[in-house]
T-cell receptor, first 109, second 114 residues
Framework: DVKVTQSSRYLVKRTGEKVFLECVQD?????MFWYRQDPGLGLRLIYFSYDVKMKEKGDIPEGYSVSREKKERFSLILESASTNQTSMYLC????????FGSGTRLTVV | AQSVTQPDIHITVSEGASLELRCNYSYGATPYLFWYVQSPGQGLQLLLKYFSGDTLVQGIKGFEAEFKRSQSSFNLRKPSVHWSDAAEYFCAVGPYNQGGKLIFGQGTELSVKP
């Protein structure tokens, strides 16, 4: 089975900090995705990547950037964290169906 | 526009009762449909998926779903709910390929009464 690992389950950061959320997959999947999940809003796509060094904006990319230097790793970057970025962040890979990581619950204070 | 609608935000059923969670979609191409379940504080786990063939598909944990093209629906069912089924359920639609993004519904939270 594919395993998707998100480096942190819980994070607390201060407003204005640069935040890195890491996601690593152990299969050779080309497609990786970052979503944020908020109550009542479901999952919203932030960015996705079809291959190394390739990235595409999702539905809510503002305030975020991504990095994919190696196939197995897809990083989400909050350049200057704000309180409205407090959320659950989910990473996924896709090979027909999605496989999700366990999520990172980020609180920005 | 492509979208997924789960009309019920929250459902409560008694343990042992039957369950149906509704999902309607709007998608321009042939849809690849999914149901995922999320336990509190966890990521999403695939329950079942459908692309073609028999319109009634079986999944894990005793769940099944029925695809109805004429109604653009993919409702999830379970004959007898267990307390451990309390979770949030998400319906999703996307293209049938290895990549391509999935579009998710807003989710339905299921509570189970003893």
């Amino acid at each position: 089975d594919v395993k998707v690992t998100q480096s942190s389950r819980y994070l607390v950061k201060r407003t204005g900090e640069k935040v890195f959320l890491e996601c690593v997959q152990d299969m050779d999947h080309e497609n990786m995705f970052w979503y944020r999940q908020d109550p009542g809003l479901g999952l919203r796509l932030i960015y996705f990547s079809y291959d190394v060094k390739m990235k595409e904006k999702g539905d809510i990319p503002e305030g975020y950037s991504v990095s994919r230097e190696k196939k197995e790793r897809f990083s989400l970057i909050l350049e200057s964290a704000s309180t409205n970025q407090t959320s659950m962040y989910l990473c996924a890979t896709r090979n027909y169906g999605y496989t999700f990581g366990s999520g990172t619950r980020l609180t920005v204070v | 526009a492509q979208s997924v609608t789960q009309p019920d935000i929250h459902i409560t059923v008694s343990e042992g009762a039957s369950l149906e969670l509704r999902c309607n979609y709007s998608y321009g191409a042939t849809p690849y449909l999914f149901w995922y379940v999320q336990s509190p504080g966890q990521g999403l786990q695939l329950l079942l998926k459908y692309f073609s063939g028999d319109t009634l598909v079986q999944g894990i944990k005793g769940f099944e779903a029925e695809f109805k093209r004429s109604q653009s629906s993919f409702n999830l069912r379970k004959p007898s709910v267990h307390w451990s089924d309390a979770a949030e359920y998400f319906c999703a639609v996307g293209p049938y390929n290895q990549g391509g993004k999935l579009i998710f519904g807003q989710g339905t939270e299921l509570s189970v009464k003893p």
